[in-house]
């Protein structure tokens, strides 16, 4: 099994420019997540989708849109990119019983100049 | 107030050093708890739930104080394998399924 792949690893945007993210897990699991990781803060939750055709925003929801496009997939759109966007992404899933773990993919770095 | 927070360190220690790592959280409706481990440039993993009567895994124990929000990691006989950064982790009431994330601790552990 995979787990939870992310593409792509890398990416440098220009102020403007828009990208999607995009995410896939293949452990059948019900719920999905986009975080970004910033230096010195912890993971912030950008939007979630509790279960296939659900999503919600997070924490830090501005500038971000996200799609569920079915169970396995998750991906996640910035419109138009802003530096403070400069960020390490992580998709992650988790069954959406009360076991609370989740399973991350291995990020995405990207930089907006 | 952060919702989660911890010591960033950094903790150096020799190997063979046993460490603690601390962490408080601020809402006390928060009911389940997790350590989890991130290597230099990669993912979180979860390394252990943190469960009221204590428990332990191998070299790692993990405390939980409700009365004081209050939640420990120790670390014995530290390996070089264990330098990473901690993630403190607590449940977001009401959520589905929602964590909430520490700013971590890292620890270097060094010959």
């Known amino acids: 099994n995979a787990g939870v792949t992310q593409t792509p690893k890398f990416q440098v945007l220009k102020t403007g420019q828009s990208m999607t993210l995009q995410c896939a897990q293949d452990m059948n699991h019900n719920s999905m997540y986009w975080y970004r990781q910033d230096p010195g803060m912890g993971l912030r939750l950008i939007y979630y989708s509790a279960s296939e055709g659900t999503t919600d925003k997070g924490e830090v929801p501005n500038g971000y849109n996200v799609s569920r496009l079915n169970k396995r997939e998750f991906s996640l759109r910035l419109e138009s990119a802003a530096p403070s966007q400069t960020s390490v992404y992580f998709c992650?899933?988790?069954?959406?019983?009360?076991?609370?773990?989740?399973?991350f993919g291995p990020g995405t770095r990207l930089t907006v100049t | 107030r952060k919702e989660v927070e911890q010591d960033p360190g950094p903790f150096n220690v020799p190997e063979g050093a046993t460490v603690a790592f601390n962490c408080t959280y601020s809402?006390?409706?928060?009911?389940?708890f997790f350590w989890y481990r991130q290597d230099c440039r990669k993912e979180p993993k979860l390394l252990m739930s943190?469960?009221?009567s204590g428990n332990e895994d191998g070299r790692f124990t993990a405390q939980l104080n409700r009365a004081s929000q209050y939640i420990s990691l120790l670390i014995r006989d530290s390996k070089l394998s264990d330098s990473a950064t901690y993630l403190c982790?607590?449940?977001?009431?009401?959520?589905?399924?929602?964590?909430?994330f520490g700013a971590g601790t890292r620890l270097a552990v060094h010959p």
């Open positions: 809402n006390s409706a928060s009911q389940s």
């Open positions: 982790v607590v449940n977001a009431p009401g959520g589905y399924n929602k964590l909430i």
């Open positions: 943190v469960y009221s």
């Open positions: 992650a899933s988790s069954t959406g019983d009360r076991s609370y773990e989740q399973y």
